[in-house]
């Protein structure tokens, strides 16, 4: 599981580094497909991981801000950072004896929901790929090569 967060964290810093390179006002154009625009696509990768990791599995009382106050690329990077600080050591520390322990999640609609640790972390790694999915397309919509997807070669394994 870990070299998969791993290949995520890799891919998202890619993200960023690849925002840099682009014109503010495309970062936060409306796009067609789910969040709907580039730099608050990445800030809701960031949010969501930190969530269900210090917020729910871990049950820390923590801080999500909202978009609008860290609505730049550089504090994106920077919230993304403090969250990673936070999440990785619990990432690297992951052991087969956490799979089934249970978190209760409360729901939108206020309804308690029971996961397993394992499947929350699953979750994480597919929903970050999903997302990364409508960035490339994104990318390419505004005629710039997105992020390699490549797991193969990022030195994961050397």
């Not at 925002?19 to 608050?40: A, M, Q």
């Not at 322990?101 to 790929?129: F, K, N, W």
Request: glycine content about 8%; charged content about 25%; proline content about 3%.
């Amino acid at each position: 599981m870990l070299k998969l967060f791993e290949y995520n964290w890799q891919v998202r810093k890619d993200w960023f580094d690849w925002c840099g390179k682009v014109d503010k006002e495309e970062l936060l154009k409306k796009r067609t497909g789910g969040i709907g625009y580039i730099l608050p696509t990445l800030y809701h990768i960031v949010a969501v991981e930190y969530g269900w990791i210090c917020g729910g599995i871990q049950e820390k009382a923590i801080e999500i801000p909202s978009f609008q106050d860290v609505a730049s690329l550089q504090q994106v990077i920077e919230f993304s950072s403090s969250c990673h600080t936070e999440i990785a050591p619990f990432v690297i520390a992951w052991n087969d004896s956490l799979e089934d322990r249970i978190m209760i999640d409360i729901t939108d609609e206020g309804e308690r929901e029971a996961h397993r640790y394992g499947e929350v972390m699953r979750h994480l790694i597919a929903h970050e790929i999903h997302h990364v999915g409508q960035l490339s397309v994104w990318a390419r919509e505004i005629g710039k090569e997105p992020v390699s997807a490549n797991f193969v070669g990022r030195g994961l394994f050397a």
